[in-house]
């Protein structure tokens, strides 16, 4: 049997979710992309543990056993394997992190410390989008192409920013709506020499397709790993290609720009291109819908040019309409231990792996479906072959598929269900192989998820449109739930509170409006005569989504950030009830995760006279602390001489080396004759160990900086760092500064203390 995925529940993968959740917040476990599929340098399908963007980063997480870690306790094959999928992770622009297995279950707070020095301590995450459906390309024959009217809207706005000087924008599109023809298209009436950058094969292969089929009578070239052609009128290449060979370029060589996948623009190679070259026009793309965070992107590409997202692109007709029945089983998940990503796999196992609920799924598919092409998502390999044996005694063509098989079996099962010789395919990863099937009709949403990120690849394995093809079923199977850990469903998706059978969830206006018509009299639509529903069934349902709501919160972790005050005090405040939380989540019997609106932040700010603290003025507060430094021992301006003097270009510095030079100071003093320190100090004592040393600096100069969150002490690796929104931002003259105000500390210190 093939071990669990995070996506349906790998223990060690849960237990990673749980300690990135201690370490950052529940909320922000949320943006964990778990299983993420990718292609090698040979165009082998793979998968990441976990990937996410921090930043402009794009980061992979690999949580390995300790074979993959020691050559001597696996087979040569996998171990090259492994290496192979790590480097062509890096050849991708991904930062790499790994950890195995005995590592989260033996040291988890040293994981924690690892992830924040890593990740930063309060990184901003930015969901990842990629798993929005795509569309299998038409035939065009770059003549006779019949544009949309939202590829026209781009196009005349493309045009109209160039007839104002604009000289740079970006093109935001659900994937899967043409886009990247719109770009083509742009490109060709411009004229001039194009240069498309993009950050994997598979997408510079898709563009140099298109650019053959539309501008016919023009030489498209590649400029990707082995094949460089870049003298091409047209050169499609991979961004890495392209940044290790500028010296192949002139920077005027092209007069027109695209950057496919856009998100990514702000990461070292993107920028190490786009500062190099100087085209007439540059034109970003993106399927990344506009989000608190995408400044980094505007800040690149300036204007978004035109917009279309994944509900729009329904509506307006390039996905299909999609429809919903709500089936209500007698499970109940409210005991069932979740964290901010996930169900804990063993509790849901033990509530859906029951024949009472397996018989509804195929009982539901006897009394609505029949004839109609079917996908089942199941929790898991087991159960997906549980319910596929289960049709088959009834005596329906299914099969389970999964990631697991052979690759050759696999694409037999797809293709027999495409040709109606299998009717139900059960399946739990599936949606991770991306595999276009557009004849899907009918999908059953029978595993129950937490994660937005998932349900959506599930729902986009249906959404393509297809002949014939009026809409796609959604059959979601809704089990007792929480508020907190309620599962997601269609209605949850798109924040549908009414619910009738078989009625349009998404869908064009002039649709939806015609089907409202009919339901206001009783009728049922014409799609719906052969499916046994009940038009005047009505429902509200509660769509209450915690995750959305913390995400326009602050947690308490952030809280206590945000204010000049110690965390203790925060903590007791909480437990005193001065401080009300306005979302409690509780996660389990003894965890919960408490969130703040901004507006209480402010609230309580001024109610205690709590002085805010945020990335705008947190420098400018640090450099205010040292010049105001308040000295009853010299301890102080010490630590931030060694700072200064260890720190790396990201602000960390090892504790050892500042006890080093905290003991050359002070023994230097003494040696010198000068005055060292009050007698009860340990360093006038003499005779102390670096433990004892250790102790001393991190219980008094160290505290104070640390409670104003400026310096962080990351135990487990024995390092102290500074607030990266401090040190990154400090000149070489503000960094002199603190050193010739350190200096006059001392002088003025000891000066009272002869």
Not at 40 to 60: T, W
Not at 174 to 181: D, L, V
Not at 587 to 600: A, D, G, L, P, W
Not at 671 to 692: C, Q, R
């Amino acid at each position: 049997m093939p071990q669990y995925h995070a996506a349906s529940g790998s223990a060690a993968e849960d237990l990673f979710i749980d300690l990135f959740a201690d370490a950052f917040g529940a909320e922000k476990a949320g943006y964990l992309y778990s299983q993420y599929h990718f292609y090698d340098i040979y165009q082998n399908s793979r998968y990441a543990d976990f990937v996410l963007e921090n930043g402009p980063r794009r980061v992979a997480i690999e949580i390995d056993d300790e074979g993959s870690h020691n050559k001597q306790l696996v087979a040569s094959g996998k171990f090259y394997d492994d290496l192979l999928k790590q480097n062509s992770m890096v050849h991708l622009g991904w930062d790499v992190y790994r950890w195995a297995v005995r590592q989260l279950q033996k040291y988890p707070e040293q994981v924690k410390d690892e992830l924040r020095v890593f990740l930063g301590n309060h990184p901003q995450f930015k969901e990842i989008e990629d798993y929005l459906p795509t569309q299998k390309a038409k035939a065009l024959d770059g003549t006779n192409l019949e544009l949309k009217e939202h590829q026209k809207a781009a196009l005349k706005a493309l045009e109209a920013m160039r007839d104002n000087s604009e000289t740079i924008a970006l093109l935001y599109h659900a994937t899967g709506t043409g886009k990247t023809t719109t770009a083509v298209l742009d490109a060709k009436r411009c004229g001039g020499r194009v240069l498309f950058i993009a950050h994997t094969q598979e997408l510079v292969d898709q563009a140099t397709k298109r650019f053959r089929e539309l501008w016919v009578n023009t030489t498209v070239g590649r400029y990707c790993d082995v094949v460089k052609q870049p003298r091409a009128h047209v050169v499609c290449g991979s961004v890495q290609s392209v940044a290790l060979h500028l010296e192949d370029f002139k920077d005027d060589d092209f007069d027109y720009l695209i950057v496919d996948e856009a998100h990514h623009a702000a990461a070292d190679t993107y920028q190490k291109v786009l500062s190099y070259f100087k085209p007439s026009f540059t034109l970003g793309l993106t399927a990344t819908p506009e989000r608190a965070d995408d400044k980094s992107i505007l800040d690149i590409f300036k204007n978004t040019a035109h917009k279309l997202d994944i509900q729009t692109a329904v509506e307006i007709g390039e996905l299909v309409p999609v429809r919903c029945i709500r089936i209500h089983t007698n499970i109940d998940l409210t005991k069932v231990r979740f964290n901010s990503v996930q169900y804990n796999i063993r509790d849901l196992e033990s509530k859906i792996y029951v024949p009472e609920r397996n018989k509804l799924i195929v009982e539901t598919w006897l009394q609505y479906v029949r004839d109609k092409r079917t996908v089942v998502f199941c929790a898991s390999v087991k159960h997906a072959e549980q319910i596929a044996e289960m049709f088959r005694n009834e005596g329906i063509k299914a099969a389970a598929v999964s990631g697991g098989m052979k690759k050759s079996e696999r694409m037999e099962f797809q293709e027999k269900f495409v040709n109606r010789e299998i009717q139900v395919l059960c399946a739990c990863d599936l949606l991770n192989e991306g595999w276009d099937c557009p004849e899907i009709e009918v999908l059953f949403m029978a595993r129950p998820t937490m994660s937005k990120v998932l349900y959506t690849q599930q729902l986009g394995r249906g959404m393509r449109l297809y002949e014939g093809k009026e809409s796609l079923m959604v059959f979601d199977f809704v089990d007792n739930a929480s508020q907190y850990n309620a599962p997601y469903s269609l209605h949850r998706l798109f924040r549908l509170k009414d619910y009738q059978p078989g009625k349009l969830a998404v869908a064009p206006a002039a649709k939806r409006k015609g089907e409202d018509d009919l339901y206001a009299k009783g009728e049922k639509p014409e799609a719906l005569l052969d499916w046994p529903v009940d038009a005047t069934d009505y429902e509200l349902v509660d769509i209450f989504n915690w995750q959305e709501e913390a995400a326009g919160m602050i947690s308490q972790m952030e809280f206590v950030r945000r204010v000049d005050v110690q965390t203790e005090t925060i903590e007791r405040y909480v437990r005193e009830g001065k401080l009300i939380p306005d979302l409690v989540v509780p996660m389990s019997e003894h965890r919960t995760f408490k969130y703040f609106k901004e507006e209480s932040l402010e609230k309580y700010a001024q109610q205690y006279g709590w002085r805010l603290i945020d990335d705008s003025n947190r420098k400018d507060m640090f450099l205010e602390m040292i010049r105001q430094m308040d000295m009853s021992y010299s301890y102080k301006p010490v630590l931030i001489k060694a700072i200064l003097l260890y720190a790396d270009k990201k602000g960390m510095v090892k504790l050892s080396d500042i006890v080093a030079y905290f003991r050359s100071f002070y023994e230097g003093r003494r040696a010198a004759g000068l005055p060292v320190e009050k007698k009860n100090s340990i360093f006038a004592k003499g005779g102390y160990t670096d433990k004892e040393a250790e102790r001393n600096i991190l219980s008094n100069p160290f505290k104070r900086f640390e409670d104003m969150q400026m310096l962080r002490h990351t135990k487990t690796l024995g390092i102290i760092q500074v607030e990266e929104t401090v040190w990154k931002h400090l000149s070489a003259e503000e960094k002199d500064e603190i050193g010739r105000v350190c200096e006059e500390k001392l002088g003025q210190y000891y000066g009272r203390l002869k």
